[in-house]
């Protein structure tokens, strides 16, 4: 079962944490993500952690007011383009959401890294705990 948390209490602990996808819908957008590892001692609340001592789960966003991006790319199809995104900054402001992202590809893909900041301004912004997300990497 899922638990809401309140993220940004813990967003400094996403440095090197991985993006693993992002899916936009009507005026909704979800990034499915996971911290770096974490000594569970360091967090004061009952939070669930992944088998590996990560905070994964999916970051929501809702009535979507602008979105910013780096680069000549869509939101939608960033990961048709890279494999792999780790996180490199993770803030939340109010109702913005900045993230900025290490793009990397492996083989079949050309390989190459690319770094893009993306902001968001959304009305409402939640995280869904889910320590069993699936990742497709």
Known sequence: MSKKIDIS????????????????????ITFEMSSAEIDPSEIEEDL??????????ILHLENINNIHITG??????????????TIL??????????LGILWENCLPKLRTNEFTTIAIEAERIW??????LQTHS
């Open 89 to 98: 900054d993770f803030e939340i402001i109010d109702k913005t959401v900045d």
């Open 127 to 132: 995280w869904e705990n889910m320590p069993d």
């Open 48 to 57: 669930i952690f992944s088998t590996d001592n990560r905070i994964r789960g």
């Open 9 to 28: 209490k813990y967003q400094d602990y996403f440095h090197d944490g991985s993006l693993f996808n992002i899916l936009k819908s009507n005026n909704k």
């Open 72 to 85: 000549n790319y869509k939101l939608e199809n960033l990961f048709d383009v890279f494999n792999l995104g």
